[in-house]
């Protein structure tokens, strides 16, 4: 193996920038993954970059199978809608209207 490898990036430890909890999406400029445990603000934080999640959904979309889901930041959920969100990954199942959660393959090779 190369000598400068260093990891797989898998898992990614950062600090916290805000009170995590294990389970929330974590957005950090281009970065993005599941915390797999609680932190607070400016604590060590391990993130799952890439696999299947169940994650909460702006409830009015109606996403299909392979459709590109994007992070709203402001709203705390995964959308359908590009402008001004960041893309994570695609839907693995279609979601109705009124559904609160999803499943999103996180995309770990953006």
């Known amino acids: ?3 400068n ?8 430890t ?5 009170i995590v909890a294990s389970g929330d999406l ?5 970065l993005f993954g599941v915390a797999l445990h609680d932190a ?5 934080l391990t993130l799952k970059t890439g696999g299947v999640w169940e994650l ?3 409830s009015a979309d109606t996403p299909t199978v392979g459709a590109d889901a994007y ?9 359908t809608v590009s402008t001004d969100n ?3 990954g695609v839907f693995v199942e279609a979601a109705g209207n009124g559904d609160t959660t999803c499943r999103v393959r996180l995309n770990d090779a953006f």
């Open 14 to 18: 950062v600090l916290a920038a805000a």
């Open 71 to 79: 992070w709203d930041d402001a709203a705390g959920e995964i959308t």
């Open 1 to 3: 193996m190369a000598k």
């Open 5 to 12: 490898f260093v990891q797989r990036g898998e898992n990614l």
């Open 40 to 44: 607070a603000a400016s604590e060590e």
């Open 86 to 88: 960041t893309k994570v």
């Open 56 to 58: 909460p959904k702006t």
């Open 26 to 30: 974590v957005v950090m400029g281009s």
